[in-house]
């Protein structure tokens, strides 16, 4: 088993599917130790299970990202059972919101989204970072899809929240710049998940592009997941110590950006790469 992560205890939210499991089972591979949160009991217990298939183990919280007490509650008892701080946070707990037009949405689902998607990133941070400035390290790094591409029809609460999280982690990242942490969003690409599922079932209300790439990640699975976690465990190491406050995607070339000098505007939400 890869060492790259020994000792660094990881945290990630949405952990119990999708991407966040996916990034789980790459980092306990590579020695992390690993608590998993989410709000359904089921799925932590599948995801524990593939972990314990792998010769491991790992942390299972129940916790709901809109729940701020439950978020703190979750990190220090994280704590106890590491005997130390979260290390890295990983937020990949998301909805798709509501797959109408904003005009027929009920308020109360759009509003949901926004909670789930940016507050949970909020909560999140939050909890784990009065132990990461006591300690002057930690890296954080924030699931982000599609946030620099123009906005889809009918999909309005998720690009507003996924565009509201790359905001305040430009705007979180330079007030913990002095700190020694680390602030990301990383675009993983697409994976075949129950997500991918909603999109297609929404075929008459969304964009023909949106569902075709929704049919491509359910035929090919999408993104390779050692692509994902390659990526992932570069913006969580020590090597990514000099990237804080951009926008990563998969398919940017993480062996280029180890060794780059990185203008204030490169890698944001604008997206100047060159």
């Known amino acids: 088993m890869d060492q790259q992560f020994a000792r660094k205890n990881v945290m990630i939210t949405g952990g119990g599917r999708g991407i966040g499991k996916r990034l789980a089972l790459g980092f306990f591979q590579r020695g992390a130790r690993v608590a998993l949160v989410s709000r359904s009991k089921a799925e932590l217990d599948l995801t524990h299970i593939e972990i314990e298939q792998a010769g491991g183990n790992a942390l299972r919280l129940i916790a709901d990202v809109t729940d701020a007490e439950q978020l703190k509650t979750a990190v220090e008892r994280a704590q106890v059972a590491f005997k ?62 599609h946030s620099d591409k123009a906005p889809q029809r009918n999909l309005s609460a998720y690009h507003t929240s996924k565009h509201g999280v790359v905001h305040f982690v430009e705007a979180l990242a ?92 490169q890698y944001t939400l604008r997206r100047h790469v060159k």
Not at 124 to 133: E, I, K, N, Q
């Open 174 to 265: 330079a007030e913990v710049l002095d700190s020694n942490i680390q602030v990301n969003c990383f675009d993983p690409g697409s994976a075949y998940t129950t997500f991918t599922d909603e999109l297609i079932r929404a075929a008459g209300k969304l964009d023909p592009e949106v569902i075709h790439q929704a049919m491509e990640a359910r035929r090919t699975g999408g993104t390779p997941a050692e692509a994902q976690i390659e990526m992932a465990a570069f913006l969580a190491s020590e090597a990514s110590n000099h990237i804080s406050g951009k926008l990563i995607h998969v398919t940017d070339d993480w062996r280029k950006l180890k060794n780059a000098q990185l203008r204030p505007d």
């Open 84 to 145: 130390s701080g979260i290390d890295i946070l990983i937020c990949a707990a998301a909805v798709p919101g509501p797959l109408h037009s904003f005009a027929l949405t009920p308020i109360e689902s759009w509003q949901n989204a926004v909670q789930v998607n940016l507050f949970g990133v909020v909560h999140s941070c939050r909890a784990v970072l009065p132990g990461m400035l006591e300690r002057r390290a930690g890296k954080i790094l924030v699931l982000g899809c």
